[in-house]
């Protein structure tokens, strides 16, 4: 079992270049990725995303992708048609102030356009540090979410356990509350129709009322609900949506059990059980 929170941070140099990779995993029902690179990356978004998918079945990552230069890379030009005209412009703007300021070089390479200024970016030597510094957050991402995993198992099993002991409560007075219940229907009938109903009569009456209130069924229900999600909870790989069924169909039987039984120890138990699930199934939100 994993968990969906992770964090993984590395860096690295080559290629004329500092990079780092974060990647931040949080919980979400699906894969969702944001990725967030440098303008001069952006054409390995796909790869990055591409890659990420081979490792991760659901979360939301949210990974940042940062680079700076430590080799001087950057190459300046001149665009000598933007210099003439802005030297065109300075001269005839001096004629008609009637000065006779000369434009300088200095003044010229202020002004838009003059200079132009490019890095060399080579996306291709780029991957091959991004990909292995992906390969390293990834690692440490899945490793957190493997160990918060293991305490998420911890809890929810602590958990399961309180419901199995409150339905091997239940299972033991099953019987019990089923007699309390045919008693008490055989009182009420007597009570109404009178002491000289037959037997059989008695037996017809109360049969459908009897059966409305057993609740073996669901006792073997809910049991094999427990054995089911314990037995997914040890398979390996994304569990969280089967687990989450299995929650939802244990609240379904114990909501059951105790619409039907009358017993006020069966009902105390009862809100035990759904306290517990609720825990499980808070839990199961981070569960992958």
Request: net charge negative; charged share 30%.
């Amino acid at each position: 079992m994993n968990s969906m929170t992770g964090f993984g941070y590395s860096e690295g140099e080559g290629a004329g270049v500092h990079m780092s990779v974060e990647i931040k995993s949080l919980n979400t029902r699906y894969l969702d990725m944001i990725v967030s690179t440098p303008p001069s990356l952006s054409v390995l978004e796909g790869r990055i995303r591409g890659k990420l998918q081979g490792s991760f079945i659901r979360g939301r990552l949210e990974v940042t992708v940062r680079i700076r230069d430590i080799e001087e890379n950057m190459t300046v030009s001149v665009d000598n048609a933007a210099a003439e005209a802005w030297k065109t412009a300075f001269d005839n703007l001096s004629r008609v102030l009637e000065g006779e300021q000369k434009v300088s070089l200095e003044m010229l390479v202020q002004q838009d356009g003059v200079l132009k200024v490019s890095r060399e970016r080579d996306s291709g030597a780029y991957w091959n540090i991004l990909e292995s510094l992906i390969s390293d957050s990834t690692v440490q991402v899945l490793g957190m979410r493997e160990k918060e995993g293991v305490e998420l198992a911890r809890d929810i099993e602590s958990q399961l356990a309180v419901i199995e002991s409150s339905l091997k409560k239940i299972k033991k007075w099953a019987p019990e509350v089923q007699r309390e219940v045919e008693e008490s229907l055989r009182s009420r009938f007597l009570e109404i129709l009178g002491d000289d109903t037959g037997e059989q009569r008695i037996m017809v009456e109360t049969a459908a009322w009897i059966v409305k209130t057993d609740i073996n069924e669901e006792i073997v229900r809910l049991e094999t609900h427990l054995g089911a999600f314990r037995e997914d909870s040890a398979v390996k790989g994304a569990k969280g949506k089967k687990l989450d069924f299995l929650a939802q169909e244990m609240g379904r039987e114990i909501n059951t059990i105790g619409s039907k039984s009358p017993k006020a120890e069966v009902s105390r138990e009862v809100v035990n059980m759904k306290d517990a699930l609720e825990k499980v199934r808070e839990q199961l939100r981070n569960v992958e």
